[in-house]
């Protein structure tokens, strides 16, 4: 049987599902990284690492609520915190005890965040953060980076993906935005040449959590060099943040943004964001007097904005986060998930094929146009290239098999490491790693592609 009629059989209820799916939303999903041919799956329940299905498949989840769970599913803390609150109340369309905590640990465990405003989501976090660069600096301009994804709001879009058509974002718009590659001296030499650049924003690990790597050394030159110019430093940690070091990447490179974006880990699993950075700055969503509140302060809405789930499920998330031990439990197992792979990878003489990554997260890059050894960081291969995965020819099918062999990735090449991960876990993905490619270099469709030298 080929790849694809095994999934057909093995995943059968969700193929029902879909199918009905397809007549309430677009192409019968609700976000555009679960559309997947020939059908994505649907999800039962979850615990810790595991995941089922409609058809009850185990499966062992390195997507992690794109990237939210630190602590896998239902982490006992967080169910109890959650559970706790929903009896007290759900919205209390006021301030609350929870918030403050929620936000006092944003302060405690994120350099510069002299102040912290939530928000609902990570694209809101970033509209925000340049809402307040343009009016702290009174300018209009926006750095970003090729394929650095920042939420898909129309200030930010363009540029996060060269394949993404602009379509329904105003020209105009995007007038205000230059994207840039990640090269230090075009940025100078940007920077010397334009006078109105409010912000650059990056994802401070490199594009798609490090898909593309980003040295450290880069954040730090970048700083210095936003620094000089008087231009604000976004860093985007809303997946890096509380996951690749309790202070995000800005604590491993001792770098300190002026303002930084926050989601996913920081609300335990729940929907949330925060924008949090310098006083000044975030001086522009305070009150003040008439002529202030007139023409200087930001508005700022958002019914959910630290909602008592969120919080409650926020806090018991960073508590754990504050410890140490969930980022360095994770980055232990996402390395040693990353070694052994690759030594299937090797043992199989996939060339062209690796697995690599930052902390938590991983990557694999499929079948590269160029020759990459498993275990190399992919530095030479084109952005395009890396930003999707590798051979397209090859992706479909092997995010196929990996679930045909009980594993599930972020769009079925990356992966994100929680602190519940055994060991074992780790040994049965690299089994299953292993299953997946002898599926593919069995399929006589995939054969020929797969290059074995
Ligand atoms: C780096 C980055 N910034 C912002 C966002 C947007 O966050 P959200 O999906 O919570 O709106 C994402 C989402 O994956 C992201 O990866």
């Given at each position: 049987m080929s790849i694809e009629q095994t999934y057909r059989q093995r995943f059968r209820r969700s193929a029902a599902l879909h199918q009905q799916a397809t007549t309430c939303f677009p192409s019968g999903v609700t976000h555009d990284a679960r559309y997947a041919l020939p059908f994505?799956?649907?999800?039962?329940?979850?615990?810790?690492?595991?995941?089922?299905?409609?058809?009850d498949n185990q499966l062992i989840d390195f997507w992690s609520g794109h990237g939210a769970l630190l602590l896998g599913h239902s982490h006992p803390a967080i169910v109890t915190a959650v559970q706790q609150q929903m009896a007290c109340g759900t919205h209390y369309g006021g301030c609350h005890r929870l918030e403050l905590r929620w936000g006092r640990l944003v302060q405690h465990l994120v350099a510069g965040a002299e102040l912290v405003r939530f928000t609902s989501s990570g694209?809101?976090?970033?509209?925000?953060?340049?809402?307040?660069?343009?009016?702290?600096?009174?300018?209009?301009?926006?750095?970003?980076?090729?394929?650095?994804?920042?939420?898909?709001?129309?200030?930010?879009?363009?540029?996060?993906?060269?394949?993404?058509?602009?379509?329904?974002?105003?020209?105009a718009w995007q007038q205000h935005l230059l994207t840039?590659?990640?090269?230090?001296?075009?940025?100078?030499?940007?920077?010397?040449?334009?006078?109105?650049?409010?912000?650059?924003i990056l994802e401070p690990s490199g594009a798609s959590y490090g898909g593309i790597p980003l040295s450290d050394r880069f954040v730090q030159e970048l700083r210095a060099m936003t620094r000089t110019y008087g231009v604000l430093l976004i860093c985007d940690e809303v997946v890096t943040g509380f996951?690749?070091?309790?202070?995000?990447?800005?604590?491993?490179?001792?770098?300190i943004a002026d303002l930084t974006c926050l989601?996913?880990?920081?609300?335990?699993?729940?929907?949330?964001?925060?924008?949090?950075?310098?006083?000044?700055?975030?001086?522009?969503?305070?009150?003040?007097?008439?002529d202030w509140n007139a023409r200087q302060k930001i508005r700022h809405y958002g019914t959910y904005n630290a909602n008592p789930l969120s919080a409650a499920a926020g806090c018991a998330m960073l508590e754990q986060v504050a410890t140490g031990e969930p980022c360095a439990l994770a980055t232990q197992r996402c390395q040693a998930l990353i070694a052994g792979m690759n030594e299937v990878l090797a043992a199989r003489?996939?060339?062209?094929?690796?697995?690599?990554?930052?902390?938590?997260?991983?990557?694999?890059?499929?079948?590269?146009?160029?020759?990459?050894?498993p275990g190399e960081v992919p530095h030479q291969v084109p952005l395009d290239e890396l930003k999707r995965g590798g051979d397209r020819r090859l992706l479909g099918p092997l995010r196929l098999a990996l679930l045909n062999a009980g594993v599930?990735?972020?769009?079925?090449?990356?992966?994100?490491?929680?602190a519940v991960h055994t060991d074992a876990d780790v040994t049965t993905t690299i089994?299953?790693?292993?299953?997946?490619?002898a599926a593919l270099q069995a399929d006589p469709d995939n054969e020929t592609l797969i290059s074995r030298r």
């Open positions: 994505p799956l649907y999800i039962e329940r979850s615990q810790g690492v595991y995941k089922w299905d409609v058809d694209t809101e976090a970033t509209l925000l953060a340049l809402r307040l660069a343009r009016a702290f600096t009174g300018r209009s301009r926006i750095i970003r980076f090729a394929g650095h994804f920042h939420g898909w709001h129309d200030l930010i879009m363009p540029g996060a993906d060269s394949e993404d058509p602009r379509i329904g974002i105003p020209d840039l590659p990640t090269d230090l001296d075009c940025i100078a030499q940007t920077l010397a040449d334009h006078t109105d650049i409010a912000a650059v996951r690749v070091a309790p202070g995000g990447v800005q604590q491993r490179a001792g770098v989601a996913k880990v920081l609300a335990g699993g729940l929907p949330g964001g925060a924008v949090a950075g310098r006083a000044d700055v975030l001086r522009h969503l305070a009150f003040g007097d008439a003489r996939m060339q062209g094929w690796t697995v690599y990554g930052d902390a938590s997260i991983f990557h694999i890059l499929v079948n590269a146009s160029m020759p990459i050894t599930d990735l972020m769009r079925g090449r990356s992966g994100f490491v929680s089994a299953a790693f292993d299953h997946a490619l």
